[in-house]
């Protein structure tokens, strides 16, 4: 194995630090306007980073505890 392949094995181990609204409601088994909502109404803290809104992976946690 080169040097190129262990690094990409050794990222595939980490969690992502933030997940788009699109893959937190995959991950939560819940529809998008509903993670939107839960955003709007203050459930579910998002940042905004350019035109994209972010989940942080902690408060994704956060939320399922």
């Known amino acids: 194995m080169s040097a190129d ?3 990409i094995y ?3 181990a980490f969690e992502p ?3 788009s609204i699109a893959a937190a409601a995959r991950l939560l088994g819940v ?3 509903s993670v939107r909502a839960l ?3 203050g459930t579910l803290p ?3 980073r350019g035109r994209r809104t972010l989940i942080l992976a902690w408060d994704l ?3 399922l505890t």
């Open 5 to 7: 392949e262990y690094d």
């Open 46 to 48: 998002a940042v905004k």
């Open 31 to 33: 529809s998008v306007s």
């Open 39 to 41: 955003i709007r109404d």
């Open 61 to 63: 946690k956060k939320l």
């Open 10 to 12: 050794e990222l595939a």
């Open 17 to 19: 630090l933030a997940y």
